[in-house]
């Protein structure tokens, strides 16, 4: 498996695994333990490895807005459903624009958000959606990500599931607590009951912004979420932290919560990474679906 760069090599939160393709080709993907042990779901994180895609959308690029050839950018997406044993018109995406909104999604929905996944014509997306929920068994939800935080929810008592995409604004929006509210109103779920995973994203070392954003942070989440940086006026801002932080304020338990110990920016090779290429990328994908 691709050697990865781990900010804490005995936590191990989340797994490589590989998938042997019919081409003889190996898709790496990531999982979580925590998420694997409800028992109720299947999720992955696509990484770099393993697609069709060439040069700077390298290989697994799902995003079929950056640049990339369609035809390469849909053979990824056939891949990922082999992993997943489903069809890519099971899946749904939602066109992210860092908001905290969030849309309930039912069988109705399914091949919304990917171009061609659709038969008939009308809406093909969920445009300024941030966040997604289901009760549906069946239906793939997918976010997309090149440094932001994907926040995954389970709900194993209620047969629910709620994936998520959390940049800096989200966070601030505290999409993980609006999510939590989002089940609890929609499921009856109850947020001591939810397992989360925080997944692979920027870490607090390589994530610089302005003082204006960290004072922010600090404001609602305390002074150790963002640390002064190396220039004046600048700090590095943990947002693993923070959406930790969020979720147990909003009643998840610190026991159920599993965060990511893989940075997108220290590992470019294998995660695109918005700051470590310069903007020059495509995106990785996060994947959850009730079996």
Same mark, same amino acid.
């Given at each position: 498996m691709y050697p990865?760069?781990?900010?804490?090599?005995?936590?191990?939160?989340i797994r490589q695994n590989v998938f042997l393709l019919h081409d003889g080709t190996e898709m790496e993907y990531l999982t979580f333990p925590l998420l694997e042990?409800?028992?109720?779901?299947?999720?992955?994180?696509?990484?770099?490895?393993g697609g069709v895609s060439k040069g700077i959308f390298s290989t697994m690029n799902l995003s079929f807005?950056?640049?990339?050839?369609?035809?390469?950018?849909?053979?990824?997406?056939?891949?990922?459903?082999?992993?997943?044993?489903?069809?890519?018109?099971?899946?749904?995406?939602?066109?992210?624009?860092?908001?905290?909104?969030?849309?309930?999604?039912?069988?109705?929905?399914?091949g919304k958000g990917i171009p061609g996944a659709r038969k008939a014509e009308?809406?093909? =997306?969920?445009?300024?959606?941030?966040?997604?929920?289901?009760?549906? #068994?069946?239906?793939?939800? $997918? *976010?997309?990500?090149?440094? &932001?935080?994907?926040?995954?929810?389970?709900?194993?008592?209620?047969?629910?599931?709620?994936?998520?995409?959390s940049g800096w604004r989200g966070t601030i929006g505290r999409m993980g607590e609006q999510m939590v509210k989002a089940m609890a109103a929609n499921f009856g779920s109850r947020p001591e009951e939810l397992y989360v995973a925080i997944g692979p994203s920027i870490c607090r070392d390589c994530y610089e912004v302005s003082e204006d954003v960290a004072v922010l942070f600090i404001e609602m989440l305390g002074s150790e979420v963002a640390v002064e940086g190396k220039a004046p006026g600048?700090?590095?801002?943990?947002?693993?932290? =923070?959406?930790?932080?969020?979720?147990?304020?909003?009643?998840?338990? #610190?026991?159920?919560?599993? $965060? *990511?110990?893989?940075?997108? &920016?220290?590992?470019?090779?294998?995660?695109?990474?918005?700051?470590?290429?310069?903007?020059?990328?495509g995106n990785f994908g996060a994947f959850l679906t009730l079996r």
């Open positions: 990865i760069d781990r900010m804490d090599e005995n936590k191990e939160t042990e409800t028992g109720i779901v299947k999720h992955l994180v696509t990484t770099r490895v807005s950056r640049g990339d050839c369609g035809e390469a950018v849909w053979e990824n997406y056939e891949r990922v459903a082999r992993v997943l044993r489903c069809q890519v018109s099971d899946m749904v995406a939602s066109h992210q624009t860092h908001t905290t909104n969030i849309r309930k999604v039912t069988m109705e929905d399914k009308g809406e093909n =997306s969920f445009h300024d959606v941030d966040g997604m929920i289901t009760n549906v #068994p069946g239906i793939v939800l $997918v *976010t997309y990500y090149a440094d &932001c935080v994907p926040l995954f929810f389970v709900d194993r008592v209620n047969q629910a599931i709620g994936l998520a995409h600048k700090y590095q801002l943990d947002l693993w932290l =923070s959406n930790k932080k969020i979720l147990q304020q909003a009643g998840v338990l #610190p026991q159920h919560i599993s $965060v *990511t110990d893989i940075c997108t &920016c220290h590992n470019s090779n294998y995660l695109f990474s918005h700051r470590a290429s310069e903007g020059k990328r």
